[in-house]
């Protein structure tokens, strides 16, 4: 039978707490007969099994909020690991090239570390980066892999996917706050991007980190449609896009750290 954390807490406070009660009446009354000092040291005894029990609740929910956030974590990494075999399935689909999603999961969790995000935000960093085209699992082949150029209604339908991603992951309840990105990494700062037209700090701070790094990767690695871009064209790109298409003081960022970032995102995960 496996008891409950609950049941084996108060179970092993009752049991200390009666076997320190026994012992030290029996002790009190064996050493002590005068009984004004046997009801000072009553009262000494008093504080101090007040002191000893509380110590004792807080090692031991302690140890099992410990346990807990251990099993939560193996609970997230498993999620995680299951969301990671969605994507290299995506990659696969979308004729992405290798190693597409985990380089902008690196890259994005880096640029956001130097922006001093931290805590739950890096995590929906992270998880947001990993899922950010997870609305194009409802497109059809013949607009996310052609070759040539988009025909006005294909756009239209393309540029379904930033909703129907964010719709897909508020259904998830670890995965609502890393909804931003997918929904907003297509919106740009001067606010002619879409679907919602957002301009400037309206568009939130994790979908505008998105954007410089997915920038910086759409041109410097080669799609369908496109060959890769030289280095220096893409840094060039990211300057002139700061203050249209991107947050310029996240572009600035993104360029002073850019040797460490890209080399982060060039290194895989052990």
Do not use: C
Not at 162 to 188: K, W
């Amino acid at each position: 039978m496996v008891l409950s954390p609950q049941l084996r807490t108060a179970g092993t406070y009752v049991l200390v707490s009666a076997i320190y009660i026994w012992l030290s009446g029996r002790l009190l009354g064996d050493l002590v007969h005068d009984p004004h000092q046997l009801v000072h040291y009553q009262i000494i005894k008093g504080w101090a099994f007040v002191a000893g029990t509380g110590l004792l609740l807080y090692w031991m929910i302690g140890r099992t909020v410990h346990r807990m956030a251990d099993a939560n974590q193996r609970l997230l990494d498993g999620h995680e690991q299951a969301l990671r075999v969605l994507v290299e399935a995506m990659d696969v689909r979308h004729k992405e090239t290798s190693d597409h999603s985990e380089r902008v999961v690196r890259m994005a969790a880096g640029l956001a570390r130097v922006a001093g995000l931290q805590g739950e935000a890096m995590r929906d960093i992270k998880f947001g980066a990993l899922l950010h085209d997870i609305g194009k699992l409802a497109l059809p082949d013949s607009i996310l892999i052609k070759p040539g150029k988009l025909d006005d209604e294909e756009i239209r339908v393309m540029r379904t996917h930033p909703r129907i991603g964010h719709d897909m992951l508020q259904r998830i309840d670890f995965l609502r706050g890393a909804s931003a990105i997918p929904y907003s990494h297509h919106e740009r700062w001067d606010g002619t991007g879409y679907p919602r037209g957002l301009a400037g700090e309206e568009i939130p701070l994790a979908a505008r980190i998105f954007s410089v790094v997915d920038v910086w990767d759409a041109l410097s690695f080669p799609r369908v449609y496109k060959p890769a871009w030289p280095e220096a064209e893409v840094l060039k790109y990211l300057r002139e896009a700061a203050g249209a298409q991107l947050d310029p003081k996240l572009v600035q960022l993104f360029l002073d750290n850019y040797p460490a970032l890209k080399t982060l995102a060039l290194t895989p995960h052990p």
